[in-house]
Structure formats: C-alpha cells, structure tokens
C-alpha cells in the first residue's frame, strides 16, 4: 500500500477562493494504514450483523454517524471534524467484534496484545483523516456491493488523481454530467464535511483478477 | 424483534417451490455473505472469497446458466465463517435469491447510514428505493427503466426473492431508513 502523495494537497489543483483547500489541513495526522483499519470498523459498525458473528455495536453508534452525515449535508459551510473525531473514536474504542478487529490489527501493524483502538492516535485525528476514514467505509461497501452484483451503482469509484488527493467539490460536478439529471441522488460521493481531502483510491482496495 | 411475515403463499406465480429456509435465515445468512465480502477485501494474500463470487455472478451474466450449486457452496463458506448453525441440506433457487437479496439490503443499508443517502432512492425508481417486490409477492427482479445500473435482480437462472426492507426493520427493531433529507446546500 502506498503512503499519502506529497504534497497531499496541490495547491494548484483548487481554485484560490476554494474553502475547503483553504482550510484544510496541510496532510493527514494518521497513516494510510490507521486509515483503513478505522475505516473497516466503520463499515462493519455500520452493517447489521448479530451474534454469533457478535458484531453488535449500540444502534445508537450507527444512527449517530448517520444523523451526523445528515447535519453535515444539511450544513455544508459548517467544519464537522470535532464531531467525527469524537463519533469514530467512540466506534473504534467499542468494536467487539474479534475478526474485525484481526482484520483492523493487521491493517494497523499492531503488535501482538495490543488493542486496534491503543494504535489510534486521536489527537493527531484532522479533517484529511476523517476523509479517508469515511472513503476506506465508501470503497469498501462499494466494492462489496460490486462483487455482489457485478454492478457498481455510481458508475465509477471517484478516485482522486493519481498520486494526488481530492475534496469533494472537486468531483462533484463530474459525476453530475456523467450521469446525467437521473443521476442527482446518486451524486452521493463527497465528504460530508467543509474541509478534508482523501486520497484513498480504489487501487488500495484492488481485487485481484477474478478470471474469465 | 417484532414478528416476521410468512412467505408469500403461493410463493410465485409458477411452480410449488417455496424458500427452505425463513426470513430470519436469510437476514443472517445475507448478513455473513456480506461480512465476508467486506472483510476480506483488505488482506489481498486470503481475498479470494469476493472475486470467486464475482466470478459467479458475472458468469451468470454471461451464459445466463443456472449457478446454484456454486451460489450454495460460497454460502455455506460464509455461513461456516460466521460460526451460523442453519441447515442448507435443502438449499433451493428462491433461499439463494433471498439470501442475496439479504446481503444486498445489508449492504446498501449500511451505505445509506454512511452518505444519509440511499443511492437507489430517486424518483425515477417509482418510489422504490429498496427495489422491494410487491406486497405479499415474490420478484425476480425490479429494475429502473431510465437507468439500468440501478436495479436488484437474481443473478440465477431461477429462483424469486420475497425479502423486504421492512423485514430487516422488523428483525433489527430499526426504524425504516433514511429519513427525509434535504437536498445539501
């Protein structure tokens, strides 16, 4: 897996008066690798699974992440990143569920006895993290969603540049003119948050040739 | 868990098939296939399990053959993971179309909850956005005339699905999702 692209933001790729370049962070405070383990426990926090796969985070958990998209969408000149921090803290500190948390151990490089959540650093937590964490969520439901049906419904994986990152408003519109006036619902792809680049591709999450 | 709703009788238009297994089972078993199909992603050395369904699927497409066999051992692969004690002896076309229909609905729930959006609710889906059969019916496939990669289909030869979003509010004691949104400003 490749580290973050340096720079992680390209000036040159907003315009001046862009916010979200404006006020996003610099870089990302994790590494891709907390990114995805976080974000695999997202996603398994957001599915409904039961014992005896005990998974079964609070309900509570799944419609706050939900309810906190919502507000975000609702109010998109309004930085959530505080709030998501403190939301996917709270997920990852209270995963239970031992494969996933194998799963986001071996993703985290953590070594042997210690808690997935002990190898997250949320005081190093931004707005770039936040973005990542919830694209490795988008990527990995997506894909799962892909091999189910063979169908990707967005049509495409709204990777950033190569070797580069992007914010939400960057894509936006592209996948307006892609689809078409059909398609303004499943314009669902961006960072529900003012600021936050990502810059998880789809190559992260590459399937390996399932052949003919 | 409020109670769930027996399956349609007669369960399709043709034929005296009907499921084998119950709603819970399917909810369950959907549940593991689509752990599995997300869990695995990561650790590209063991993710065989999501392209060899894949694999499936798309030769479905392609020869519009009769998978069911393949469907019921990458099940029964999923059920094994999840450490689940149902019994898939007498697996048949509509429990694989049910327990697809269930790992679809858990999955697109699940992107509902993480965008506030269900990507399939537009009005240009009728009014559908969980492609659910009709009430008391059975379905093979509910498609969107304006945009054909928005549909849920069985990807078998045979079998009809009868499993509704409101059965996994009923299993899980949710509300139905999501809420009204506004369009982000």
Not at chain 2, 96 to 102: E, G, K, P
Not at chain 2, 159 to 165: D, M, Q, R, V
């Amino acid at each position: 897996m490749r580290e973050w692209p340096e720079p992680y933001i390209d000036p040159s790729a907003s315009a001046p008066d862009d916010v979200a370049a404006l006020y996003s962070p610099a870089a990302p405070g994790w590494r891709k690798t907390h990114a995805f383990g976080a974000g695999m426990i997202l996603t398994l926090t957001l599915m409904e699974l039961r014992s005896p796969l005990s998974w079964e985070p609070p309900p509570s958990l799944r419609d706050a992440y939900m309810a906190l998209v919502y507000r975000a969408r609702s109010n998109a000149l309004i930085d959530f990143t505080d709030e998501y921090r403190t939301l996917v803290n709270e997920i990852t500190a209270r995963s239970s569920n031992e494969r996933a948390a194998s799963a986001a151990v071996s993703q985290l490089g953590a070594p042997s006895g210690v808690s997935h959540h002990d190898v997250l650093d949320y005081t190093k937590f931004n707005a770039n993290d936040f973005a990542n964490v919830h694209r490795v969520a988008w990527l990995l439901l997506g894909r799962a969603l892909a091999s189910l049906t063979n169908l990707n419904p967005h049509g495409d994986w709204g990777d950033p540049p190569p070797n580069g990152s992007a914010h939400p408003s960057d894509l936006e519109h592209q996948r307006v003119r892609h689809r078409g006036a059909n398609f303004e619902q499943l314009n669902y792809h961006y960072v529900p948050n003012l600021t936050g680049h990502y810059a998880v591709s789809s190559a992260d999450v590459a399937t390996p040739n399932a052949g003919s | 868990m409020d109670k769930l709703k027996p399956w349609p009788d007669p369960y399709t238009t043709h034929g005296k098939t009907s499921p084998s297994l119950t709603r819970e089972e399917c909810i369950l078993l959907g549940g593991a296939l689509a752990h599995r199909l997300v869990v695995e992603r990561l650790n590209l050395a063991a993710a065989d399990f999501a392209p060899f369904y894949l694999r499936i699927v798309k030769n479905y497409f392609r020869k519009h053959d009769d998978e069911l066999s393949n469907y019921r051992d990458m099940i029964t692969d999923a059920r094994d993971a999840a450490k689940l004690k149902i019994d898939l002896s007498h697996f048949n076309e509509h429990d694989f179309a049910n327990v697809q229909r269930a790992a679809w609905l858990t999955i697109v729930r699940a992107i509902t909850r993480l965008v506030s959006v269900n990507p399939f609710d537009s009005h240009h889906m009728e009014s559908n956005p969980w492609l659910d059969p009709e009430p008391g019916c059975s379905a093979r496939e509910v498609s969107a005339v304006k945009n054909p990669h928005l549909f849920f289909g069985v990807p078998n030869r045979t079998g009809s699905y009868a499993l509704t979003n409101a059965d996994f509010d009923a299993f899980w004691g949710t509300l139905t999702i999501p809420p009204p949104l506004p369009e982000p400003v």
